[in-house]
């Protein structure tokens, strides 16, 4: 039996995901002068646009975290999908941090803790589906 806790717990981490991801993927996508500006303190340049290509990316990451928001609950498996999509992102902030020519304080702290907050939501959620497959959910 799945208790109200539960429920909660995963509604509020797969609705957090969703709001990170609709903010991350409206800044590429929308207003990538701003992710510059916060990241780099540089204008936006980018001719090849590989900025809105990676909003583009979580925009897929919100639609899929919407899905397993509604579906969870009928077919579990919906979170360890998404745990797999953040651990897409493992290692991509850390060469970002590594090999851009300028970086701001506040892009260098979010750079360096986003692999580290993946790593920890895709446990969070496979263990949230652990639970629900052993009724170990509380």
Same mark, same amino acid.
């Given at each position: 039996? =799945?208790?109200?806790?539960?429920?909660?717990?995963?509604?509020?981490? @797969? #609705? $957090?995901?969703?709001?990170?991801? !609709?903010?991350?993927? #409206?800044?590429? %996508?929308?207003?990538?002068?701003?992710?510059?500006? @916060?990241?780099?303190?540089?204008?936006?340049?980018?001719?090849?646009?590989?900025?809105? &290509?990676?909003?583009?990316?979580?925009?897929?990451?919100?639609?899929? *975290?919407?899905?397993?928001? =509604?579906?969870? *609950?009928? *077919?579990?498996?919906?979170?360890?999908?998404?745990? $797999? +999509? &953040?651990?897409?992102? !493992?290692?991509?902030?850390?060469?970002?941090?590594?090999?851009?020519?300028? +970086?701001?304080?506040?892009?260098? +702290?979010?750079?360096? =803790? #986003?692999? %580290?907050?993946?790593?920890?939501?895709?446990?969070?959620? +496979?263990?949230?589906?652990?639970?629900? $497959?052993?009724?170990?959910?509380?």
């Amino acid at each position: 039996m =799945i208790t109200d806790k539960f429920k909660a717990q995963v509604r509020g981490l @797969l #609705s $957090g995901l969703v709001i990170l991801d !609709v903010i991350l993927s #409206s800044l590429c %996508l929308f207003f990538p002068q701003t992710w510059f500006h @916060l990241f780099h303190n540089a204008p936006y340049i980018d001719p090849q646009a590989l900025l809105r &290509r990676t909003g583009a990316v979580w925009a897929a990451f919100t639609l899929f *975290q919407l899905v397993a928001l =509604i579906r969870w *609950q009928n *077919q579990p498996y919906w979170l360890v999908l998404v745990a $797999g +999509i &953040r651990l897409t992102e !493992v290692f991509s902030d850390w060469v970002y941090l590594a090999l851009c020519g300028s +970086i701001t304080w506040f892009g260098r +702290i979010a750079l360096f =803790i #986003s692999p %580290l907050g993946n790593v920890a939501f895709a446990w969070i959620l +496979i263990t949230m589906w652990k639970r629900m $497959g052993e009724g170990t959910e509380t």
